[in-house]
């Protein structure tokens, strides 16, 4: 097996990753560019997706890593709207795009056209969310587009699976496409609610942080495979035990919190920036079987069809939004007032991504007991691939500046600091409390220097985030807080490079400066957090 073509998407679309950040064009959008133009390179290896890969070993850690970072209060919260999108708007694509298509192409089946409304129906909104924080989009919208695309494709790849076998000619009903769609979410759910405990107990009992961590990465793998082991939905299960413990993420060892953090941000860098460029080379792909087809059509064919998957989210996204308020007094006497902005701002952030490209690659190429090619197959690839680069590309570089057009209020920074201040006040009124407690026991006793030490911890901890609120030094333009933390910086590099120079003429050995350095590295991590 060659794994230099891997290592170079990789590395790659790594490298590319990270130059996005000095730009103002989002990472996924640079990253399907940089696919594209390297697509036709020639020597550029065949980069063809493998349904096979994509959804049971990409899918499962990216939804693992987004839900996890997720607030299962302010997606309950939001449970309506979330559910809305990503069962009741996917749905309604599936259908709207398909007899779009059935009436646009001559000679496309209504089930095969059914199986493309299917594939471009959910959004991705990896790009989207991602765009959301950086130009400061509220949080309720930007929990809505999470939380919709951790649960839409569960819909989706249900909604497909029905239309499948409709077209290939098992036999379909709606009596079965029901059934089935209620085995993937009910089925799916019970087997993240059956996993989550067993998972959490086993990740607060482990004490190795290497073995905790190592559990981490597998949990997405574990929950993924055992919920279509049963025929029910893998997406809905990985969220449902993410949701859970990360949740329940402060009980776990603060070592293990460390490391997890570290490990989960590097696996979500990788495999985001893998993914985008992956899309883009998939041009020579799609294009290999479109001879048959006249070079208009086919392009008259992808704008019709982008048009038509733009235009369906509108149709859905304000009917959600107002209709619930019309219909329901609760809700009317419960919730504010929406404006016309937010379902804007969803209704233009409906990026599609690899999970319906991958999707489009599974289609089987033949009928059921027959040697009868899948009709249109290479259409629908095609068609999928330029409704993802459309909606990417047009929908991800304009979704910032609309979001700016259309001024939402800013966060009151102030309040959130004023916030933060009070719940850390209460925090450290506790812990002083309960350090006056154990202080009192005899077998507790310290030397006054290290007790008051510990409370010196308390009290730093507590004007840490008062003094953001403090005037700036007139010289430097610094807060307190930033020469707080510029200085502790200085003296940690002062005394790192001692211990440097102490191993160097062998007062030292290499095993002791590893532990030296890494009680500076967590003194300084501890520093930075307090700051920030």
Avoid: C
């Avoid at 599936?94 to 646009?104: D, E, K, N, Q, S």
């Avoid at 009596?175 to 993240?192: M, N, P, Q």
């Amino acid at each position: 097996m060659d794994v230099m073509p891997l290592l170079l998407l990789v590395a790659a679309s790594a490298a590319i990753a990270a130059a996005a950040r000095r730009t103002p064009v989002p990472a996924p959008l640079l990253l399907v560019a940089a696919g594209l133009a390297v697509s036709y390179v020639p020597g550029v290896p065949d980069y063809a997706l493998d349904p096979e890969i994509v959804l049971p070993l990409l899918l499962p850690p990216l939804l693992y890593t987004s839900a996890a970072d997720s607030s299962y209060l302010d997606l309950r919260a939001q449970m309506r709207p979330v559910a809305l999108l990503s069962v009741g708007y996917v749905l309604f694509a599936t259908l709207a795009v398909g007899w779009a298509v059935y009436a646009l192409v001559p000679g496309m089946p209504l089930t095969a056209a059914l199986v493309l409304g299917a594939v471009v129906a959910p959004p991705d909104a990896v790009a989207a969310t991602a765009v959301a924080r950086r130009v400061g989009l509220p949080s309720r919208i930007t929990t809505i587009l999470q939380g919709e695309s951790l649960l839409n494709d569960a819909t989706a790849i249900t909604a497909y699976k029905v239309a499948v076998a409709a077209a290939v000619g098992e036999g379909a009903s709606w009596a079965g496409g029901i059934g089935e769609f209620l085995l993937a979410a009910v089925g799916g759910t019970a087997v993240g609610l059956a996993l989550m405990a067993p998972l959490h107990w086993l990740r607060t009992h482990l004490k190795e942080p290497l073995l905790q961590n190592t559990l981490s990465l597998l949990i997405p793998f574990v929950a993924y495979s055992v919920a279509e082991q049963f025929h029910a939905s893998g997406v809905i299960a990985v969220v449902v035990v993410a949701l859970y413990l990360g949740h329940r993420a402060w009980e776990v060892d603060f070592a293990t919190r460390l490391q997890e953090s570290a490990v989960w941000k590097m696996v979500a860098f990788v495999l985001e920036s893998a993914v985008f460029a992956l899309i883009g080379l998939q041009l020579p792909v799609v294009l290999k079987g479109l001879d048959e087809y006249d070079a208009v059509d086919a392009a008259w064919y992808a704008i019709a069809v982008f048009l038509v998957v733009v235009a369906a989210r509108f149709l859905w996204v304000f009917p959600a939004t107002f209709l619930p308020r019309v219909l329901s007094r609760r809700i009317r006497e419960r919730e504010d007032d929406p404006t016309w902005r937010a379902p804007v701002v969803v209704g233009w952030a409906g990026m599609r991504g690899v999970v319906s490209l991958a999707i489009a690659f599974s289609v089987p190429l033949t009928l059921h007991h027959s040697e009868e090619p899948f009709p249109e197959r290479d259409l629908v690839l095609f068609l999928t691939f330029t409704t993802v680069i459309g909606t990417l590309v047009l929908q991800g570089l304009t979704l910032p500046p609309l979001i700016r057009l259309l001024k939402f209020p800013e966060a009151d920074r102030q309040a959130m600091t004023l916030a933060e201040a009070n719940a850390q006040a209460q925090a450290s009124r506790v812990a002083e409390e309960r350090l006056d407690e154990l202080l009192a026991d005899e077998r507790n006793t310290l030397p006054p220097p290290l007790a008051d030490r510990l409370r010196s911890v308390l009290e730093r901890r507590r004007n840490a985030v008062w003094e953001r609120l403090g005037q700036v030094n007139p010289v430097t333009g610094e807060s307190v807080d930033d020469t707080y933390r510029r200085l502790s910086g200085e003296m940690i590099s002062a005394e790192r490079e001692m211990f440097v120079r102490l191993r160097d003429g062998r007062y030292i050995d290499d095993e002791m400066l590893r532990t030296l350095l890494r009680r500076l590295d967590l003194e300084e991590a501890a520093a930075y957090r307090e700051a920030e």
